[in-house]
């Protein structure tokens, strides 16, 4: 026999069918009304369930209700993220591909980004952001081409990807500290306040990163991600990351005792320069050669030196002052350029020929973080000699020398010219 099924909750009849059709039917609930193929009668449509044979199809219990899922755990949580050593190869990827990006800028606007000078670093610092922020925020779905080669995503807590301004933020305060190390500081911001910016980007921020990428095991976040509220998983793995524990309190600990021994190491160096002779005389010859507006030095220090010869074993000691300045400008021929620098050093700083040389180096080329390229030429030589090529006799009386060598008309230099690095 066949029926005609009516689902109430439809109201549309459906039919006839056959009981191995019925076998095989779903979508028809415990109170569906059926009605014989041939049925007569005003009203034939009855509760399924009231047909001898259709009453086993119609009285089943339904499946049981499956529980929700249960949220992962924190084992399972964990296991999503992304390793220590995924991360670094995505983070290589992303530095050879801006490098590539730096290097081709190089090529083809050379002499205006030597021109830049100490404003190099900062413009490299915004491209790199404009790579990698638009593809670690939901733009880019959380990865970078890196991040994209290694099957690694960039999200929050719930496995969203982040927002602009939250992938801002992650982004700068990770490359930050590679763009301050070794940055020139343009004129007029060579302040206390702004070394000590610069410090505590370099020590400050540099180690915590490293430390909580490598030791932070529980979440695998760095600074940057903590400050970001975001995670480096797998790809699409998804959210469920809301049962994480926090980061061991052991490791502030560690960072606060480290930070607390790098402050006392640093008041003590203070102390030290404080009490440094000639600080002032090197302070005002850098802020002279800046001053010039053709360099931005680099460096100006003091220091011993020692030379142990090969031929006799012998071991010569003595003190030597460098000095190591960016040009802005390309590089003169011969040596104008360095003895143009010697002149201006010696005038702020004459202890400097008190030392046994002075070594001036100069670079003249392009630095914006993501590439560098630059060409150099140096001078080293004796207090006497430099008086000799400066002919700054005046200078002699200041430092002690005699007259004589200081006016000296004739000095072989082809040896320690021969010398000189390059």
Known sequence: MKYWLYDPSTKRPAGPFALEQLRGLAGFG?????????????????????????????????????????????????????????????????????????????????????????WGRPLGFLIALAYLVPLTSALGGGRTLGKRALQLQVVDRRGRPLSAGRAALRESVLILPSFLNHALVPAGFNTAAVGTAMSIGIFVVGPTLIYLLVFNRRTRQGLHDLLAGSYVG?????????????????????????????????????????????????????????????????????????????????????????????????????????????????????????????????????????????????????????????????LASTVGLSSSTASAPAVDLSSATAAAPR
Request: some cysteine; overall charge neutral; charged content about 15%.
């Open 30 to 118: 415990p109170e569906t009304l059926a009605a014989p193929e041939n049925a007569v009668g005003p009203n034939p449509w009855k509760h399924a369930r009231e047909f001898p044979d259709l009453a086993p199809l119609f009285l089943a219990a339904p499946p049981p209700a499956q529980p929700p899922a249960a949220a992962p755990g924190p084992e399972a949580a964990a296991a999503r993220l992304a390793g220590f050593w995924p991360r670094v190869g995505a983070f290589l990827i992303d530095a050879i591909l801006l490098g590539g990006i730096g290097q081709l800028l190089g090529l083809l606007f050379y002499d205006q980004l030597c021109a830049l000078g100490p």
């Open 234 to 394: 797998e790809e699409g793995a998804g959210g469920g990351l809301e049962s994480l524990p926090g980061v061991w309190a052991g490791h502030y600990a560690v960072l606060g005792l480290f930070f607390g021994l790098m402050a006392l190491g640093g008041y003590y160096l203070y102390l030290k320069l404080a009490h440094f002779s000639g600080m002032t005389e090197m302070t005002a010859a850098s802020r002279d050669l800046q001053a010039t507006g053709r360099w931005v030095v680099r460096s100006l220090t003091r220091n011993a030196t020692a030379f142990k010869s090969f031929r006799t074993g012998v071991t010569t000691r003595g003190t030597a002052v460098n000095v190591t300045a960016v040009s802005l400008t390309p590089i003169q021929e011969g040596e104008k350029d360095t003895d143009e620098m010697a002149r201006i050093v010696i005038k702020a700083y004459p202890d400097a020929l008190k030392a046994d040389r002075m070594v001036v180096y100069e670079t003249y080329g392009y630095d914006i973080g993501i590439a560098s390229r630059s060409k150099g030429r140096g001078a080293n030589y004796s207090s006497e000699q430099w008086l000799a090529r400066l002919s700054t006799g005046t």
